[in-house]
């Protein structure tokens, strides 16, 4: 099992819809939960943060952390073509490595 | 507040030959990682440091790869010989050392082996 797994996709929605990206981590030590974007030939770009359960709202961006179940997602609101990229989910236990899952394609459709 | 920088942006090289890459982190970041991402996967990471420190490189390659983080600021990771399986982008990142402590990271550098 891997330590961070998520849908690889491809996601497709579009314009205006709600997107939705999942992850779930197998070690129930984690404290921090991260989003990263990544567009095609770029570097990961922090997105969103989330430490508690319940809901954390950035925007257009809400975090949601579910520890008992070991899930967390991403919601996207009024998705816009330029949100298409590659959305990768990751996980630091105390100040330890973080580890990031295989992330998750999502195109935004005009 | 200038990010991660890494050097160099691309580096095409023969396989067998030896190849370097250097990042230097945001002003204060003790933590720095040190990944590798293959076309269609999330970062993998090969070595940590907390200051100067490597903490875990439990996935570092130790037959070919090597790392050094001298004075906790700047790092180098080299490869020596380089294999054909070794082309992927090699990313750094860096953070503070909290537990909740966001990382940050720098252009990468796309490897090509030939």
């Known amino acids: 099992q891997k330590e961070v797994e998520q849908n690889s996709g491809p996601l497709s929605v579009p314009e205006g819809a709600i997107a939705s990206l999942n992850c779930t981590y197998s070690?129930?030590?984690?404290?921090?939960f991260f989003w990263y974007r990544q567009y095609s030939g770029k570097s990961p770009e922090l997105i969103m943060s989330?430490?508690?359960?319940g809901d954390k709202e950035d925007g257009r961006f809400t975090a949601q952390l579910n520890k008992a179940s070991q899930y967390v997602s991403l919601l996207i609101r009024d998705s816009q073509p330029s949100d298409s990229a590659t959305y990768l989910c990751?996980?630091?236990?105390?100040?330890?490595?973080?580890?990031f899952g295989s992330g998750t394609q999502l195109t935004v459709l005009p | 507040e200038a990010g991660v920088v890494q050097s160099p942006r691309y580096k095409i090289i023969e396989k067998k030959q030896p190849v370097a890459f250097w990042c230097n982190p945001i002003?204060?970041?003790?933590?720095l990682y040190w990944y590798r991402q293959n076309l269609g996967q999330g970062p993998e990471l090969l070595i940590r440091?907390?200051?100067?420190?490597?903490?875990?490189d439990s996935q570092l390659p130790k037959d070919r790869f090597s790392a050094e983080r001298l004075k906790g600021v700047d790092s180098t990771l080299k490869i020596q010989p380089a294999e054909l399986g070794d082309s992927a982008v090699y990313l750094c990142?860096?953070?503070?050392?909290?537990?909740?402590?966001?990382?940050?990271f720098g252009q990468g550098t796309r490897l090509t082996v030939v």
């Open positions: 990142a860096s953070s503070l050392r909290e537990s909740r402590a966001e990382a940050f």
């Open positions: 440091y907390e200051n100067e420190e490597a903490v875990d």
């Open positions: 990751a996980v630091k236990r105390s100040a330890r490595q973080l580890t």
């Open positions: 002003s204060g970041h003790n933590t």
């Open positions: 070690d129930r030590g984690s404290q921090s």
């Open positions: 989330i430490y508690s359960n």
